[in-house]
């Protein structure tokens, strides 16, 4: 295969931007020095197709691609949306995608046994929190009395789900099911309604070999809805609530149809949400492509993060080709707020993370804690032992290719050296929790069997 070699300079940079419609005469001065310094790296692979689902979490995508990220690494990238994340999953297993922004617990299953197999890894998280759990109207009325209050009368946050049980048990008594949506088996959203429900005594249902939608002994019928259904779905009545990313939470109150009560930052404080992920054979057969992918979504991470650049970047995102929500949607969250009942917005600077708080980096400890919860709720069937949990992290999350991108950003001078964390991959302990648990990814056996619902090993 012949081999691209990628040598910027300040030339080569005026060319490409000539090249791709001048979108480099657009750049500020500084970009264009810093453009100039970038490592030589020959790349394998430069025409490459990435995959993602229309969520604000995609943004590392868009910015790289807009501000020219990509192109500075000497790659020509086509960035498409994609219908669902089963979708997703089997377009890059398949090849039809280089790469995607994909739900953290699709690489995990696929590498621990539920589901599709395959060999996939991740180089890069791409953000932290950003999820919601949204009522309708109806439900939240019943919810709302529930609630404790503060002195201006307005809802105490977080939000448990003790205050939405006795709506749950109304249900039952008048013999309907209550149903809410997620967005996937191994999603976030999955996990993290389901942690939440738990919290507060409600059983949200166990995975058999049986029942693979995961609805025994529910007190809660968990199905699944695509992202940006989610609010059609709720409006329908189909589900009376649902746990999705942005902006499905806040296209709710906009639309009038439905309450947000909690916040994923409220169930595990700065959780890990989405990330980038290839196949095992993609970053073998072109290490140095791997690297240069990972080296442009840092810069967009860090990009996104920068004070002043949110509202450049929620006019990016709603173009069409990429969330096309409205600004004004996007926005709620984008920029450092987050909407609750309709006309209860409040300060939340850290709903939407995609650089602080060494946001980028694989942690080992984040895969584990997706095995643990796929073990508690019976995806993963069997119990294993400790030391499987951290086999099976590090099989998957490529925190070595992250590195090598990290340390020849900060040797050309576009991330500061400091960024790059000292760790062995794993997290201190946490209680970070809704619930206050304690979470040790080194002892994850411990873990699930704190917990009164869900499998003990």
């Known amino acids: 295969m012949k081999t691209t070699i990628l040598k910027v300079t300040a030339l080569a940079s005026i060319l490409l931007g000539v090249a791709c419609g001048g979108k480099e005469n657009k750049k500020k001065p500084e970009e264009k020095a810093t453009a100039t310094a970038a490592t030589t790296l020959e790349i394998e692979k430069p025409q490459l197709t990435f995959g993602f689902i229309k969520l604000t979490d995609m943004a590392p995508l868009a910015i790289a691609k807009e501000k020219g990220f990509f192109e500075e690494e000497g790659l020509f990238v086509s960035v498409e949306a994609q219908s669902n994340w089963k979708n997703i999953l089997d377009r890059v297993i398949d090849g039809q995608l280089d790469g995607s922004h994909m739900l953290a617990g699709q690489p995990i299953a696929a590498g621990a046994g539920f589901g599709r197999q395959a060999e996939l890894v991740t180089p890069f998280s791409m953000d932290l929190n950003g999820n919601g759990i949204t009522v309708s109207n109806d439900v939240w009325s019943k919810m709302k009395p529930n609630v404790p209050k503060d002195n201006d009368g307005k809802p ?9 049980k006795p709506v749950i048990t109304d249900y039952k008594n008048n013999g309907k099911a209550f149903k809410m949506g ?6 976030t959203h999955n996990y993290e309604i389901r942690y939440w429900l738990a919290a507060a005594g409600i059983h949200p249902g166990m995975y058999t070999k049986e029942n693979i939608q995961g609805q025994v002994d529910a007190e809660v019928l968990l199905s699944v809805t695509p992202p940006p259904q989610m609010p059609a779905t709720l409006e329908a009545g189909t589900i009376y609530g649902y746990c999705v990313g942005e902006p499905w939470n806040q296209q709710a109150v906009f639309k009038g149809i439905g309450v947000p009560v ?36 840092i810069r967009a991470g860090k990009w996104l993060d920068t004070p002043g650049n949110r509202k450049e970047a929620v006019k990016i995102l709603s173009m069409s080709q990429y969330v096309g929500a409205d600004e004004v949607v996007l926005a709620n969250s984008m920029t450092g707020t987050f909407e609750f009942e309709k006309g209860d917005k409040r300060e939340m600077p850290d709903f939407n993370v995609f650089y602080r708080y060494n946001a980028t980096y694989p942690f080992y400890s984040d895969a584990v804690w997706f095995l643990t919860q796929m073990r508690r709720w019976g995806q993963i069937p069997n119990a294993k032992p400790a030391s499987w949990y951290a086999e099976k992290a590090k099989e998957i999350y490529r ?13 050309e001078g576009k991330i500061p050296a400091s960024d790059i964390p000292s760790t062995d991959g794993f997290k201190p302990v946490t209680t970070d929790f809704i619930d206050g648990k304690k979470y040790d990814a080194k002892d994850p056996v411990s873990y699930i069997n704190s917990f009164k619902i869900g499998n003990k090993d």
């Open 156 to 164: 105490l946050h977080p939000i448990s789900a003790d205050a939405l």
């Open 182 to 187: 997620m967005v996937f088996p191994v999603s």
């Open 262 to 297: 909690t916040t994923n930052y409220d169930i595990w404080k700065n959780n890990p949400e989405k990330v980038f992920v290839m196949t095992k054979k993609f970053v073998e057969q072109y290490p140095n492509t791997a690297v240069a992918v990972t080296k442009a979504l």
């Open 399 to 411: 925190p070595d290719i992250w590195e090598k991108a990290a340390k020849i950003l900060a040797k």
